[in-house]
């Protein structure tokens, strides 16, 4: 069995460097380019004219926006499934760099597969992005587990800063290097009678998502070269039976979280609070697309499409300010209480959105305050987590818990999100449910134990 040095600087600098590696995900795929690319696709035919917002999947009708919501809470399934027990196959064998190593090159090779996504054949379409976002949760899953094995509980609201900090950096570059390349290499085709005559430049808006998966790949490389393995070895270990066996290990922590009160109750309100951040990451833009005035015409639909990006920018920038102002909050306040003070601006967020955001001014003002608590919220809740584990070497299997309680928020919050649409017509009533997961959250957090509020 290998030991791992806590508070290592190599260590600590190869975890943080996965976050480096993979929020290129989260940003490129499923906030920026990609839904952007996804929304004009499938409202748009080859001539660049408008069609219509509806698509056809599996031969019935759905507005574009609310499939792309279904979908991925599809993939979160999947993850929701098979994470929980692969986690208790890998405490059990000891081997979860493995898995992580699985898990990232899913993601990375799928995000190279949304090249070939196609409009026309969007059932196929859609699996590669379901894969990839398999991967990148998944492979979150084992990076998370190893905080509270690499930092001690005094330094983990930092690392964890530190890490979510790296992603923000990391993602924002390549989102950049992705703009320049569209905007002033953008590939453009000149047709007669539907024949290509001519052709200018020679970045395809897909390219993105090529350089998203290699970079996602060739970056996590550092991680795995110098990130410890718990155990290098499997020998000795019994194989067989591996899928009861991880059961078994799932079943051991569960019962164990049960009797750790202030573990399950933060768990709990984790739920609730964590459906809403999660819901507004994914719907953010395509709430932007639908429910502003950009104006009409194809140079307002650039003007949308690089305004957008912008705000996303604006959000990661700021958010690296968030993650450590509120790790440096938690160190005054506290950990619950800093978490709560982040919910209470998401709160405003949500009502300011409904009763006021209707030009893309207003989208900016957003933009900035969803920044400055989207990565302190992000930040404090896995430290949070990490420091109300008990001492163990079964991380990983705690760990699926705080992902399967995160990712039920999010397919709970996103599919409702699409029904209310679907229902009301609009985007803009279903920011209203979330408002209500952020409360039940608050009023979660105030039934921690008290002795925990200091942290």
Known sequence: MQLIQKDNPKTI???????WANSVFPLVITSAIFPNFYDYVTTHDDAKNMIGKTVLFFGREFENQNIYTFIYAFAL???VIITPLLSGIA???GNKKRFLQFFCYLGSLSCMCLYFFDRNHLELSFIPFITATVGFWGSLVYYNSYLPEIASEENQDKVSARGFSMGYLGSSILLI????GIMVFKYQETTVNGIVVSTTGFFKVKYSFLLTGIWWMGFAQYTFKNLPNKSNTIKGKNTKGLLLKGFKELITVSKQIIKIVELKRFLGSYF?????VQTVMVVAVLFARNEIDWGIGEAAEKDKTTSLIISILIIQFIGVLGAFVFS????RIGNIKSIMVAIAIWIFICFYTYLIVRLPIHFYVVAVLVGFVMGGIQSLSRSTYSKLLPVTEDNTSYFSFYDVMEKLGMIIGTVSFGLISEMTGGMRPAVLSLILFFVIGFIGLLFVPKKLKSH
Request: proline letters at 0%; one cysteine or more; aromatic letters at 24%.
């Open 177 to 180: 290097v992705c703009l320049v």
């Open 77 to 79: 399934t999947i993850v």
């Open 91 to 93: 405490d059990y064998l």
């Open 272 to 276: 609730f609070y964590n459906m809403g």
């Open 328 to 331: 440096r909050m938690s160190s």
């Open 13 to 19: 600098k190869a975890w943080t460097f996965y976050d």
